[in-house]
């Protein structure tokens, strides 16, 4: 069964960074693109990155380019999240997802249960 | 962006009651439309993707339509177990974006 564990999260000062982790099991990680997808306290879902199965092309939303960057270890079936100048609307849980494998199909078929992450002073 | 517009944002229904949850999109998106269920505290579940294709797994009471900018998800007859929000996701461009979900409600 695939399955997807993050880790990472916590209370963190306004400017400060974290590094959020998510450990693969259960399917050829190395095969599958994946994304990071956070929501605020009581909100929405929002997209925040996805990574090529490769690790060599990432994509953002504006709303976290250039703060954000996704990075992956294929030999250790883990995807990164590294989050730097955090602001208080970077408030939220983080869910890691895998992407189908279906081609050119951005969805997400297997999630995370998440880690919470709290920016505040 | 794609803008994702669903409606309506609570919706309270009975058991036994035919549901319909409506996601539209600020430009042609084709049939590149998901559905998933979240429930408190836990993490969303894929329903449904390309429009009208049930995930494996998923109640044959839950069905999807549409395409272009306008879609739907129904479930034939609600069940305790479908108490939850739901959400659409576009994936017709690589910048994806989710509706601002629905919450059904026991009524």
């Known amino acids: 069964e695939a399955q997807l564990a993050e880790s990472g999260g916590g209370l963190v000062q306004p400017g400060k960074s974290l590094r959020l982790s998510c450990a693969a099991s259960g399917f050829t990680f190395s095969k599958f693109w994946m994304h990071w997808v956070r929501q605020a306290p009581g909100k929405g879902l929002l997209w925040v990155a996805r990574i090529s199965s490769d690790g060599k092309v990432a994509t953002y939303p504006d709303s976290v380019k250039g703060r954000f960057t996704i990075s992956r270890d294929n030999d250790k079936n883990t995807v990164h999240l590294q989050m730097n100048s955090l602001r208080a609307e970077d408030t939220a849980v983080y869910y890691c997802?895998?992407?189908?494998?279906?081609?050119?199909?951005?969805?997400?078929?297997?999630w995370g249960k998440g880690t919470t992450v709290t920016v505040s002073s | 962006d794609i803008q994702m517009t669903q409606s309506p944002s609570t919706l309270s229904a009975s058991v036994g009651d035919r549901v319909t949850i409506t996601c539209r999109a600020s430009?042609?998106?084709?049939?590149?439309l998901a559905w998933y269920q979240q429930k408190p505290g836990k993490a969303p579940r894929l329903l449904i993707y390309k429009a009208s294709n049930l995930e494996s797994g998923v109640p044959s009471r839950f069905s999807g339509s549409g395409s272009g900018t306008e879609f739907t998800l129904n479930i034939s007859s609600l069940q305790p177990d479908d108490f939850a929000t739901y959400y659409c996701q576009q994936y017709n461009s690589y910048l994806i974006t989710f509706g601002g979900g629905t919450k059904v409600e026991i009524k």
């Open positions: 997802a895998r992407e189908t494998a279906l081609t050119a199909s951005y969805f997400m078929d297997v």
């Open positions: 430009q042609s998106i084709s049939v590149w």
